[in-house]
């Protein structure tokens, strides 16, 4: 997985950030075949004015398997 890196509060422009796990609050939401708690969601959220900068999760690979490149 991709590391993201977020510097700044794109809302605000604050530089604090708090990772927070919000799979709680989304656990009847199904993603794709599986289910939310096969996906732990995680939300950046902006210290400074509460914004959700990123809602991300952190095990992608169990919600589909990887797509097969294509010979060409
Ligand atoms: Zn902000």
């Known amino acids: 997985m991709k590391e993201v890196k977020i510097e700044k509060c794109p809302y605000c422009g604050g530089e604090e950030f708090i990772e927070?796990?919000?799979?709680?609050?989304?656990?009847s939401v199904?993603?794709?075949t599986?289910?939310?708690h096969l996906a732990v969601l995680f939300a950046t959220v902006c210290r400074d004015c509460g914004s959700v900068v990123r809602l991300f999760c952190k095990t992608p690979e169990n919600?589909?398997?990887?797509?097969e490149r294509r010979a060409e």
Not at 20 to 27: C, D, I, K, P
Not at 63 to 67: C, E, G, N, V
């Open 20 to 27: 927070s796990n919000v799979s709680s609050m989304m656990s």
């Open 30 to 32: 199904s993603v794709g």
């Open 34 to 36: 599986g289910t939310a």
């Open 63 to 67: 919600l589909y398997p990887k797509k």
